[in-house]
């Protein structure tokens, strides 16, 4: 049986899925097991989502990470990855294609092409 829980909250997914498909104007992004995609995270956006989830072992008053701009029109189908107007690790590739799912792991997915770069001690925005 399967059971499609969709949300933005990526803390509420952990508890109650074994695997986890990361999606962005219409896209999969990302696709793992949970533990892989909170551990081995690779694709921006997943990032991002993640950095806005409130931990709640956490000390001092931090702001949570936004991700600047808007979403995009889905009127149109894109010719460049559609992330990339809201992603500060985009290059120029990024503007001309849009990433398929590659394989960037045993049972992980993602559509990025810096997904080599994008480290799981990384925050959301950090230069790579």
Request: net charge negative.
């Amino acid at each position: 049986m399967a059971i499609v829980w969709i949300t933005h909250d990526l803390g509420v997914v952990a508890g109650m899925v074994e695997k986890v498909a990361v999606m962005y104007a219409g896209y999969i992004v990302e696709m793992a097991s949970v533990h892989s995609l909170y551990k081995h995270r690779r694709h921006p956006y997943t990032l991002g989502l993640l950095e806005s989830i409130p931990k709640i072992d956490q000390r001092e008053k931090e702001r949570l990470a936004t991700i600047k701009g808007l979403p995009p029109d889905l009127l149109e189908e894109p010719t460049q990855c559609p992330f990339a107007p809201r992603c500060p690790y985009a290059i120029d590739k990024c503007w001309q294609e849009n990433p398929p799912l590659m394989p960037t792991g045993p049972h992980h997915m993602t559509a990025c092409w810096r997904w080599e770069e994008i480290r799981e001690d990384m925050h959301f925005g950090e230069k790579i």
